[in-house]
């Protein structure tokens, strides 16, 4: 991959496209949805907080002088380690915490990656 597309601002319907899998992961339900839906969810939910891990985890980005970014960067390495990540023999309420759990880390790096972006084009150019 080419290193300048990888490092380029995410656009704006690669953020809402983040929001709605946000949405569809940590919305109120009766039941539990089906496990391939929670399997799919998950897949995405985690190509999307290794999108903004990555943006954020940049040595020459401002956010990642934030000293709340390599704590956060930790806790979703942790969640994101193998072991921890479902299999098909994790039980189905297991995984659909685990995608709870990785949908709030993703909201978490769409928090930070918004307001560094918001602040970065408010300040005046050097």
């Given amino acids: 991959m080419d290193l300048k597309a990888a490092t380029a601002p ?3 319907r690669d953020l809402d496209t983040v929001q709605q899998d946000i949405d ?17 969810g998950t897949d995405a ?3 999307h907080l290794r999108t903004l891990m990555s943006h954020l985890n940049r040595p020459d980005d401002q956010a990642s002088r934030n000293a709340d970014v390599p704590n956060l960067i ?3 390495e942790r969640n994101l380690d193998v072991p921890v990540r479902p299999t098909p023999q994790t039980t189905h309420r297991d995984a659909y915490v685990y995608w709870h759990t990785v949908a709030t ?13 918001r602040n970065a084009d408010q ?4």
């Avoid at 880390?105 to 972006?117: E, G, I, K, S, V």
């Avoid at 300040?123 to 050097?126: D, G, I, V």
């Fill in 74 to 76: 930790r806790a979703a």
């Fill in 10 to 12: 995410l656009n704006p």
């Fill in 24 to 40: 569809h992961a940590l919305s109120r339900r009766v039941t539990l949805p089906p496990r391939s839906v929670i399997d799919a």
């Fill in 45 to 47: 939910m985690v190509q």
């Fill in 105 to 117: 880390l993703t909201t978490a790096f769409r928090d930070l990656y918004l307001t560094h972006h």
């Fill in 123 to 126: 300040e005046p150019p050097a």
